[in-house]
T-cell receptor, first 109, second 115 residues
Framework: GQNIDQPTEMTATEGAIVQINCTYQ??????LFWYQQHAGEAPTFLSY??LDGLEEKGRFSSFLSRSKGYSYLLLKELQMKDSASYLC??????????WGAGTKLIIKP | GAVVSQHPSRVICKSGTSVKIECRSL??????MFWYRQFPKKSLMLMAT?????????EQGVEKDKFLINHASLTLSTLTVTSAHPEDSSFYIC???????????FGPGTRLTVT
């Protein structure tokens, strides 16, 4: 079966760095997405990785290792507004997104 | 950037009535649209995928006759929840994808409450 695993909840301090991990087992692979979702709102796109390595975009970076079925989202210089759920999603061989359950990130002052 | 709208943003209806939710792509042609449902503190659950001009493909366990999906044009898809029950109360989110583009663009979601 297809499976996406990520931690349920993480807590970090304002100004610090946090890494949210995601492991996956899917039928085929056409890329991995990270989305941010604030409570009661729709997800917003953060990053897309299809090749191994690190993609940096401002305070956010995303890493992928296809051989390990592993990705992480790295958030630097955390701000209170970064408190949200972070969803990992893998596009399978049918170009459908398989979603993780999301990681709720709590930022403390 | 690509914008997707959803209407209404919130709706309250009585048990037994039907509710229609609209999803529109405002600045691109959405050849494929997706409808998701999300329960509190849970991830997105794909309900169905619809391609313009074709019948929707429903995920296992989703009742076709209860959740009617129409994708009549390249900019509009509708989800109708028929004979709504309180257990249908949820956050419904649509997303749209343009031909050749892997990214899905999400609408703002519709909060449905059935009393």
């Amino acid at each position: 079966g297809q499976n996406i695993d990520q931690p349920t909840e993480m807590t970090a301090t304002e100004g610090a760095i946090v890494q949210i991990n995601c492991t996956y087992q899917t039928s085929g692979f056409n890329g991995l997405f990270w989305y941010q979702q604030h409570a009661g709102e729709a997800p917003t796109f953060l990053s897309y990785n299809v090749l191994d390595g690190l993609e940096e975009k401002g305070r956010f970076s995303s890493f992928l290792s296809r051989s390990k079925g592993y990705s992480y989202l790295l958030l630097k210089e955390l701000q209170m507004k970064d408190s949200a759920s972070y969803l990992c999603a893998v596009m399978d061989s049918n170009y459908q997104l398989i979603w993780g359950a999301g990681t709720k990130l709590i930022i403390k002052p | 950037g690509a914008v997707v709208s959803q209407h209404p943003s919130r709706v309250i209806c009585k048990s037994g009535t039907s509710v229609k939710i609209e999803c529109r792509s405002l600045d691109f042609q959405a050849t494929t649209m997706f409808w998701y449902r999300q329960f509190p503190k849970k991830s997105l659950m794909l309900m169905a995928t619809s391609n313009e001009g074709s019948k929707a493909t429903y995920e296992q366990g989703v009742e076709k006759d209860k959740f009617l999906i129409n994708h009549a044009s390249l900019t509009l898809s509708t989800l109708t929840v028929t004979s709504a029950h309180p257990e249908d109360s949820s956050f419904y989110i649509c997303s749209a994808r343009e031909r050749g583009d892997l990214e899905q663009y999400f609408g703002p979601g519709t909060r449905l409450t059935v009393t």
